[in-house]
């Protein structure tokens, strides 16, 4: 007897496509050692809440569960068993019911310069499109002298308004552009240290229900990825960072050790600093809370010298420091 699995996705065309790739283990496993598949897999998709509105920016609206909520619906109503996400699109809280049973092996998770065709630099006249706070941040240390301008909509839109000429370049995930074959795009990738990635980027997430018996996906799961994504999510969930605040992370596994790097954001003046920490990768989550509990304090350390210079405070180093415990 054939099992029928059913994959909850976005419509959009790179959604679809990492659907399919999850799909594909999915019949492969079933397949292997028998002459028919024991699996059959359908994609159910939907255009979520986070699809519909794009004439806001996410602050606006809502933050990352707004590209969820739907999905999350279709998997407790039982119309789908399993749902496919980018991992950096996930709200850091996770519904006890709907665990994150498994991460893919992670893609290129470096962000992206792509320019209209034929062009090689950005025209200074118009402005950068970029979808985050997190970019908008980090891009004016890197293009000090240029605008950047909200930009919505799946990968294609966004490309064809670049095309159009309504921006000088897009700023955007590598992974999603190779995904859909559009490498050839990229007019220059930046490094992690130039542009802190999002907590997740380039890695699936597969979503299900609790208590349901997964086991076709035995094997699925990288251990690398894994471990990365989850001191990501554990830096940005203790800054209780998402859409509204421009928070990143981005680990490197390399064995049994784990590199962090992060960036926060102080709201108080609109400063923001980045550091690393290195560990166990056993101890991934503990390093991304503690790396973020040191930036946070170092930040708001600033935050009351910066106070007390303000107000006139006209006293010694080594005097306020009284002040900053």
């Keep these: 007897m054939t099992t029928k699995v059913i994959i909850g996705s976005r419509e959009s065309k790179l959604a679809v496509l990492q659907s399919e790739m999850v799909k594909s283990y999915i019949e492969q496993k079933s397949t292997a050692g028998n002459h028919e598949p024991q699996i059959s897999v359908e994609i159910l998709t939907m255009k979520t809440t986070g699809d519909i509105i794009l004439d806001r920016t996410l602050d606006k609206v809502g933050g990352k569960g707004l590209f969820v909520k739907e999905l999350d619906r279709a998997l407790l109503d039982g119309r789908s068993n399993l749902s496919v996400h980018s991992l950096k699109d996930m709200p850091m809280e996770v519904p006890e019911e709907l665990p994150l049973l498994a991460f893919s092996k992670r893609e290129d998770p470096r962000d992206v310069l792509v320019l209209p065709e034929g062009v090689t630099e950005p025209d200074p006249k118009k402005p950068l499109g970029c979808s985050s706070l997190r970019r908008t941040l980090q891009l004016k240390k890197l293009y000090p002298e240029m605008e950047v301008k909200s930009i919505r909509g799946n990968l294609q839109t966004r490309l064809r308004k670049l095309d159009e000429g309504e921006y000088s370049g897009l700023i955007l ?9 559009l490498e050839k795009r990229i007019s220059r990738y930046f490094t992690p240290d130039e542009m802190i990635p999002a907590a997740g980027q380039g890695i699936l997430a597969v979503q299900g229900r609790k208590d349901q018996d997964y086991s076709y996906l035995d094997g699925y799961c990288d251990r690398d990825a894994w471990l990365a994504g989850s001191a990501e999510r554990a830096y940005v969930k203790y800054l209780d960072g998402g859409c509204s605040s421009p928070v990143a992370a981005y680990a490197e596994v390399n064995g049994e050790e784990i590199f962090i790097r992060g960036l926060y954001y102080s709201e ?18 503990k390093l991304g809370v503690d790396l973020a509990k040191q930036l946070k304090e170092s930040c708001e350390r600033e935050n009351k010298k910066w106070q007390l210079v303000k107000f006139g405070w006209l006293v010694q180093d080594r005097e306020i420091s009284d002040f900053l415990h």
């Design 268 to 285: 108080t003046n609109g400063k923001w600093l980045t550091g690393q920490i290195r560990g166990a990768a056993s101890d991934g989550v």
């Design 173 to 181: 995930a590598a992974a999603g552009l190779k995904r859909l074959g």
